[in-house]
C-alpha cells in the first residue's frame, strides 16, 4: 500500500492532540509515546522518499483538483529533506529525555508540532498553506525558545517573537499581492502563469516572500534573533532550531526562488546576500566565548553558504546546498547536544572553563566528527557540500565570492580548532559521566555522519534530481 | 465620492489616528484602549466590505479578547512605559 | 532620530507596497478573465478559481455558505493548521504563565451586584449565540472561529465580574483534545474511506438544511468547541489562576 505524504502531518498532529489525554493517565508515559510518534514517523518519510524518487507525488486533500484544493507536492528533493527533519526530530526527541523542567506536557505537545510543522512546509505544494506551516513552526518555536522561563530564555523569545511575526507579515503580504494578481494559490500553477503579472508587483511579491522565509532561514540582516533565541533555549530545543525550523525556512526559500518564481537573473542578489550572512556569522562566531552562541553564529555562517549554493544556481551548487543542509542538520544537532552536556557537566556555558572534557571517549568522539564534519573535512558528509557549491561557483565563474567563501571557512576552521584544543587539552578537573540520553544521539548523529561520509552515493543518487527542481518541477 | 468611499475614508482615518495615539501613549492602559478602537474599526470595515463572519471574529477576538489579555498583562507588570 | 529614521523607514515601506497594491483591481470586475491551470492533468481551465467557487461550491461542497465551503472543504487543511497555531499559541501561553503557579492570589475587591447580576444573566445567551453561530456556520455567516471566540467572550465577561472565578482547566485541556482529536479523525477517516485526507464522505443532504453539508458541521462543531475553550484557556492563564 502506499504511504501518503499527508500522514506525515497528520501523525503528529494526533498524538500532540492526544497528549493531553495521556497524561491524565500517566504523565511518565509521555517521552517514550513522542520518541515512539517521532521514530514511526521517521520511517514513513522512508517509505515517502523511496515513493517520491520514482516520480513526484501529489497528494491531494479534501478531493478537490488543485488549483481549488491543497496539494501536497513531494518531489525526491522535499521528501529527502522531510526525512532529514524527521531523523533529527527523532533522535533529540531522546536527548529531550534529560529535560525535567515542567511542564513536561507542554514540552512534548509544541516539540511535536514544530515537526508538524517544519514537515509541512517541506512538503507542502500550496504557497498559503506554506504560510500556515510557517506559523506553526515559528508560533512552536516561539513557545520553546521561552521555555527555560529565565532572563535569557525570554529575551531570546522575545527577539524572535518580534523578527519572526515582521517576517510572517511580510510572507502574507507577498501571498496576498499574488493572489490578488493571479487568482490562484497553487505553486505550480503561480510559476506557470507568472508572465501574466505585473513586473513591478511581481519583484514586490518577490522580496516580501524572500524577506519572509529569510528570517526563519537566519539570512544576514534578519537574523539578529538567532544568538538569543539559541543561547536561552533549553539545549535540545538549540538542535531541533539548528535541525527543524531552520531547515524547513530555506527549503521554504528555494521553493520560492526556484518552484515559483524561477527567477535567473535576479540570482546574484541571493548569492551576496549568502555571502554576507556567511562573513557575519563566522567573523562573530571567532570572538564568542560562549559555547552556544559561538555554534549559534556557526549556524548562522552555514546557513549563509546554503544560500549563496541556492543563489549560484547551477546544478552543482544547488546539490552542494542540499548536501549541505542535510550535513548541518546532523552536525550541528550533533554539536548542540554535546554542547548541552558540557553546559551542564562544567556547570558554565563559558568554553575557557572547560578543559579536558572531551577526555571521555563518549563524549569526545562524537563531538570530534561534527566539529571536522561542520568544518567541511573531507571522509565526514560536510566536504560534500562545501565542495559542490565551490564546484558550482568555479562553474559560474565566481571567482572573487569562492575567495570569500574560502577565507570565511578558515575562520570558521580556526574557531573550531581552538575549540578542540580546549576540550582535549589534559586537565585535573573530573566530570560527570553522561546518561544514555546523552550519549546514545550523539553517537547516532555520529554514526550517520561517518556513514554517508565514507558512501555518499545513496544522497547523491537522491539528489541527482536537482535538475528537475531547477527546472520548476517538484 | 459616493457614501461608500465617504463612510470608509473617516473610518480609515480614524482607524491611522486610533493606531498612532495607541503607539505614542506612555500610559499602556490607555495603549491597549486605542488598539482595541483599531480593532473595532477593522471590524467595522470588514462588515461594510461584506465579510460578516470576520467582523465578528474581529470584533470579539480583536476588540475584545486581546484587549482583555493585554490588560491582564499590564496588570502583572506595569502601567507607565519609561 | 530612532524615531526619524523609523518613522522614514515606515513611510518609505508603505510606499513600496501601495504602489504594487494600486495596481490590482479591486472590486467588481470580470472574474473570467482568469483562467487556471491544473499541474497534476496538466491542463487550462476556462474559469477561475474564484468564480469556480462562487458557481460550483453548492454543488461540490453541500454547503449554502460559500465562505464557509471555502474554509472547511476546499482549504479544510489550512483550517486545520489555523486551529493549531491557536492551540500552540494557548500551549505557548500554558507553558509560559507555568511560573506564577505558586503565587499567592492578591486580595481582590468584588465587582458590585449589578455587574454580577447582569453578567450571571447575560452568559448564557452570550453562549447560546456562540453555538448558535458554530452550528450553524454552513448555513448562516460565522463559523467555528467566530462561534468560539464569542464563547470565549462569554467566559471573559464572567472573569471580570468575577475575580475568584475560573474555568476547571483539566476540563478546557480534555475539550480542545477531543476537539482536535474529532477534526484530526474526521480527516482520517476521509483518508481511509476515499484516499484523501479531509474528504467530505457524508452525504450532502438537502442544501439550507441543518443537517447537510456532510462532514463540514461536525468539523465546525469541533473547532468551535476548541476555539472557545483556547480561548477561555489563554485568558484563564492570563489572569494568573491554576488549578
Redesign the interface.
Known amino acids: 500500500m502506499m504511504v501518503?505524504p499527508?500522514?506525515l502531518i497528520?501523525l503528529p498532529?494526533?498524538f500532540?492532540?492526544?497528549?493531553?489525554?495521556i497524561s491524565?493517565w500517566s504523565k511518565k508515559v509521555l517521552k517514550y509515546v513522542v520518541m515512539g510518534v517521532m521514530a514511526f514517523n521517521a520511517i514513513l518519510a522512508f517509505i515517502v522518499l523511496i515513493e517520491a524518487l520514482k516520480a513526484p507525488i501529489?497528494?491531494?486533500?479534501?478531493?478537490?483538483?488543485?488549483?481549488?484544493?491543497?496539494?501536497l507536492?513531494v518531489g525526491p528533493l522535499g521528501a529527502f529533506i522531510a526525512l532529514v527533519i524527521n531523523v533529527a526530530a527523532f533522535v533529540i526527541s531522546l536527548y529531550s529525555a534529560t529535560v525535567t523542567k515542567?511542564?513536561l506536557l507542554?514540552?512534548y505537545?509544541?516539540s511535536l508540532?514544530i515537526l508538524?510543522g517544519a514537515t509541512?512546509m517541506v512538503l507542502t505544494g500550496d504557497l498559503?498553506?506554506l504560510f500556515?506551516?510557517l506559523?506553526?513552526t515559528s508560533?512552536?518555536a516561539?513557545?520553546l525558545a521561552?521555555?527555560n522561563?529565565d532572563r535569557k530564555g525570554f529575551e531570546g523569545a522575545l527577539k524572535y517573537v518580534i523578527m519572526g511575526s515582521i517576517g510572517s507579515s511580510f510572507v502574507l503580504?507577498g501571498i496576498a499581492?499574488i493572489y490578488?494578481?493571479?487568482?490562484?494559490l497553487?505553486m505550480?500553477?503561480i510559476a506557470?502563469?507568472l508572465g501574466e503579472m505585473?513586473p513591478?508587483?511581481k519583484i514586490?511579491?518577490f522580496v516580501s516572500l524572500f524577506l519572509g522565509f529569510g528570517v526563519e532561514a537566519e539570512m544576514f540582516p534578519l537574523n539578529a534573533w538567532v544568538p538569543e533565541t539559541y543561547d536561552g533555549a533549553p539545549h535540545p530545543v538549540s538542535a531541533m532550531f539548528a535541525s527543524m525550523s531552520a531547515k524547513s525556512g530555506i527549503f521554504a526559500l528555494a521553493r520560492v526562488i526556484f518552484t515559483i518564481f524561477a527567477f535567473s537573473n535576479y540570482l546574484w542578489f541571493v548569492v551576496i546576500m549568502g555571502i554576507l550572512t556567511v562573513f557575519f556569522g563566522e567573523i562573530i562566531a571567532y570572538v564568542q566565548k560562549n559555547i552556544k552562541r559561538m555554534l549559534a553564529y556557526s549556524s548562522i555562517g552555514q546557513m549563509g553558504m546554503i544560500i549563496m549554493g541556492l543563489g549560484i544556481g547551477t546544478v552543482l551548487s544547488v546539490q552542494g546546498a542540499f548536501f549541505q543542509m542535510f550535513s548541518h542538520a546532523m552536525g550541528k544537532a550533533l554539536l548542540f547536544i554535546a554542547a548541552g552536556y558540557m553546559i551542564y557537566a562544567a556547570g558554565t556555558d563559558r568554553m575557557d572553563k572547560m578543559k579536558g572534557i572531551g577526555r571521555n571517549p563518549l563524549i569526545g568522539i562524537p563531538l570530534l566528527i561534527g566539529i571536522l564534519s561542520i568544518m567541511g573535512m573531507p571522509p565526514f558528509i560536510g566536504f560534500y557540500g562545501k565542495f559542490y557549491i565551490l564546484m558550482g561557483g568555479f562553474q559560474q565563474g565566481y571567482y572573487a565570492i569562492i575567495a570569500l567563501f574560502l577565507a570565511a571557512s578558515i575562520v570558521e576552521v580556526a574557531y573550531y580548532a581552538r575549540f578542540i584544543k580546549i576540550a582535549f587539552e589534559k586537565s585535573e578537573r573530573k566530570y560527570p559521566a553522561p546518561n544514555i540520553w546523552v550519549y546514545a544521539p550523539l553517537i547516532i548523529f555520529a554514526i550517520i555522519i561517518v556513514l554517508f561520509g565514507i558512501y555518499p552515493k545513496p544522497v547523491m543518487d537522491i539528489l541527482s534530481h536537482v535538475a528537475a527542481f531547477l527546472a520548476g518541477g517538484a | 465620492m459616493d457614501l461608500f468611499t465617504l463612510v470608509s475614508l473617516i473610518l480609515i482615518i480614524a482607524m491611522l489616528i486610533a493606531a498612532v495615539v495607541a503607539a505614542e501613549l506612555k500610559d499602556l492602559l490607555s495603549a491597549a484602549v486605542a488598539l482595541g478602537v483599531v480593532s473595532l474599526i477593522v471590524s467595522i470595515l470588514f462588515y461594510i466590505l461584506q465579510a460578516p463572519d470576520v467582523a465578528i471574529t474581529e470584533a470579539s477576538i480583536g476588540a475584545g479578547l486581546s484587549m482583555a489579555v493585554l490588560i491582564f498583562a499590564i496588570k502583572h507588570t506595569e502601567r507607565w512605559e519609561k | 532620530m530612532k524615531r526619524i529614521v523609523a518613522a522614514i523607514l515606515a513611510i518609505l515601506i508603505f510606499i513600496v507596497l501601495a504602489l504594487a497594491f494600486v495596481k490590482i483591481p479591486f472590486g467588481n470586475i470580470n472574474l473570467s478573465d482568469y483562467h487556471y491551470y491544473n499541474p497534476i492533468t496538466d491542463k487550462q481551465t476556462s474559469d477561475s478559481v474564484p468564480q469556480h467557487y462562487l458557481v460550483d461550491g453548492k454543488k461540490d461542497t453541500g454547503s449554502t455558505n460559500i465562505v464557509t465551503a471555502v474554509v472547511v472543504d476546499y482549504r479544510g487543511f489550512d483550517t486545520l493548521g489555523e486551529v493549531t497555531v491557536l492551540f500552540l499559541a494557548a500551549t505557548g501561553v500554558g507553558s509560559i504563565m507555568y511560573i506564577f503557579e505558586k503565587e499567592k492570589r492578591r486580595k481582590v475587591r468584588r465587582a458590585n451586584a449589578v455587574v454580577e447580576t447582569a453578567s450571571q444573566l447575560l452568559f448564557g445567551f452570550i453562549v447560546l449565540f456562540g453555538a448558535y453561530i458554530f452550528v450553524h456556520g454552513h448555513l448562516t455567516p460565522g463559523g467555528g472561529f467566530p462561534g468560539g471566540a464569542v464563547i470565549a467572550s462569554a467566559f471573559l465577561l464572567l472573569y471580570l465580574a468575577y475575580p475568584r472565578f475560573h474555568a476547571e482547566h483539566k476540563t478546557l485541556n480534555v475539550a480542545e483534545s477531543l476537539a482536535g482529536l474529532t477534526f484530526v479523525i474526521a480527516g482520517l477517516l476521509g483518508l481511509l474511506i476515499s484516499g484523501s485526507f479531509l474528504y467530505n464522505f457524508l452525504p450532502f443532504g438537502v442544501p439550507t438544511y441543518l443537517f447537510s453539508a456532510g462532514i463540514i458541521p461536525v468539523i465546525y462543531v469541533a473547532v468551535g468547541v476548541k476555539v472557545g475553550s483556547e480561548l477561555t484557556g489563554i485568558v484563564d492563564a492570563m489572569m494568573g489562576v491554576r488549578e
Open positions: 501518503q499527508v500522514l497528520a498532529l494526533f500532540a492532540f492526544l497528549l493531553p489525554l491524565l501529489f497528494d491531494i486533500i479534501a478531493g478537490f483538483q488543485p488549483p481549488l484544493g491543497i496539494v507536492m515542567e511542564p507542554k514540552y505537545m509544541l508540532l508538524m509541512g498559503f498553506n500556515v506551516f506559523e506553526v508560533i512552536a516561539y513557545g521561552s521555555y522561563k503580504i499581492i490578488a494578481q493571479l487568482r490562484t497553487n505550480l500553477d506557470t502563469r505585473d513591478y508587483t514586490v511579491a
